[in-house]
């Protein structure tokens, strides 16, 4: 198998439970990680405070009746009550809705509602997605994926459920029941978000989908979008940098075939272990790449750091040297380079998901790509996926219960109070909504902007334009409150 191929559609580890199929080259996480573990670029980070764990006893199987359908599991969520401006004001609620990772990390990352739960009082609620985190129910991922009765009930169709039962609990606990609600989330959280006010309208008031790829199923976006964007954003960066990755793969594989070739490429890119083949170190330059371009945020801008890396070098220095130069500049911290994917709860989980519904054709054809061609193969991924889980994917379901064809004729018909906010130089931009479907469903964009940024923590450094898409969000989510307000005072006249 071709090695970026290789990379993100099947990714053996060590034993059948760890063994992760991967539906979508790299993660749809708001955080970038490659540098999460580190702290990287985030030093805006805060710790945890100001919040409140609880545990809400949640059903396992929403739509059925059988008696182990009303088993349940305690799910994971955290209130944070500090600017709330309580029920008998009806004040609103803002809720983060998880995805697929634990929630604990992200809260302090994903800003927007901190940032903005002062101006409106809202309370902020943050709900992990089933099966993450602590919110799973058998205690272990690795538990859930092999067990073939409870993975079936991990899916996003449970996962709005859930949110549902969660968000009409605390409106009951707290007698918050005229309290509007917005819903936010990120990535695979803001599909979450825009799916879940389109299939649950009567709680959520509207939702902020912030990189939200929807169109990124069937055929409704071409499979070179992602790499292409990824090759833009660094064509623009450097146009030599470009072609020296462009021309990098080729010697990659010339020097892994020479007589101890492999440990010269282990030396050259200080590995934490020997390479075992070329591959191995093409899959981590193709992830480091496109996570790059992926969370190609100010004021670093790694595609531009890592450009600098590469024309920086020496011209007495090969190709490769050139290549390794880069790597050390988006990782100036890391003392060897672990090229090897590391196993996750989000690397588990999201193998299954990408096996069953999330099913992401994402492939390169395009000669003008910095990267080998490696054209999208649904026949491998089911093959694959077969294997690993003994389940065949199905690639149009999302289309056929989230809808995604004819959007704009269709959501302008029924759809309303969403915000579709992207950034152009983020990859899965290019299975966004990026035009205005109707004055209620609105895109938001910047050209300059990457994945989630908008709803990632405010800083000081923070340009222009950023702070405008920020504003404009603002101001819609104010105006449906306004308007909410407005209608729920007539209804009580």
């Not at 940032?115 to 985190?133: C, S």
Request: charged letters at 20%; aromatic letters at 14%.
């Amino acid at each position: 198998m071709t090695p970026v191929v290789f990379q993100w559609l099947l990714l053996f580890v060590t034993t059948f439970f760890t063994t992760t199929i991967l539906g979508a080259p790299h993660g749809l996480s708001p955080i970038d990680p490659f540098l999460r573990d580190s702290n990287v670029g985030f030093a805006n980070v805060k710790p945890l405070k100001d919040v409140e764990t609880f545990f809400y006893n949640q059903t396992l199987d929403h739509f059925n009746y059988n008696p182990q359908s009303y088993a349940t599991f305690p799910q994971r969520y955290y209130i944070n009550s500090k600017w709330w401006g309580g029920a008998n004001k009806n004040a609103p609620i803002f809720a983060y809705l998880g995805a697929e990772g634990p929630l604990d990390r992200d809260i302090p990352i994903i800003g927007f509602l901190t940032d903005n739960a002062p101006r409106f009082k809202a309370l902020l609620v943050y709900i992990e997605h089933r099966f993450y985190g602590e919110s799973n129910p058998v205690g272990s991922m690795a538990e859930s994926v092999k067990n073939k009765t409870i993975r079936g009930y991990f899916n996003s169709a449970q996962a709005l459920a859930d949110y549902a039962e969660v968000l009409l609990h605390v409106k009951n606990k707290l007698r918050a029941h005229h309290s509007p609600i917005i819903v936010i989330g990120g990535s695979y959280g803001g599909m979450l978000a825009s799916w879940f006010r389109l299939k649950y309208p009567h709680i959520a008031l509207g939702a902020l989908a912030s990189s939200a790829p929807i169109l990124y199923f069937d055929k409704l976006t071409p499979q070179d979008g992602y790499y292409s964007i990824v090759t833009k954003d660094f064509k623009e960066a450097s146009e030599n940098c470009y072609m020296t990755i462009k021309k990098s793969w080729n010697e990659i594989d010339r020097v892994a075939s020479m007589p101890n070739g492999l440990s010269i490429l282990s030396k050259k890119f200080y590995t934490c272990s020997p390479l075992k083949n070329s591959d191995e170190l093409k899959g981590y330059l193709d992830s480091m790449y496109a996570y790059a371009a992926q969370y190609n945020a100010p004021p670093t801008y790694p595609t531009t750091r890592i450009c600098e890396g590469i024309d920086g070098a020496s011209n007495a220095t090969d190709i490769l040297d050139r290549i390794s130069d880069g790597v050390i500049a988006y990782q100036p911290f890391s003392p060897c380079h672990n090229t090897t994917r590391g196993v996750s709860q989000t690397s588990i989980g999201w193998g299954w998901q990408t096996c069953s519904e999330m099913v992401i054709p994402i492939g390169i054809t395009s000669n003008v790509s910095m990267f080998p061609s490696q054209p999208y193969n649904l026949q491998e991924v089911i093959d694959n996926c077969k294997s690993v889980y003994g389940v065949t994917p199905r690639p149009h379901w999302a289309t056929t219960y989230y809808g995604g064809y004819d959007i704009k004729l269709v959501l302008s018909k029924f759809g309303s109070n969403i915000i579709f906010s992207n950034g152009l130089r983020d990859p899965y931009s290019s299975g966004g909504v990026l035009e205005n479907i109707s004055d209620e469903v609105l895109a938001v964009y910047t050209t300059n902007g990457s994945h989630c940024l908008d709803i990632l923590a405010s800083s000081k450094t923070d340009p222009d334009w950023l702070i405008k898409q920020r504003n404009d969000e603002v101001k819609i989510i104010r105006r449906w409150l306004t308007k909410y307000y407005h209608d729920l005072r007539l209804l009580k006249q």
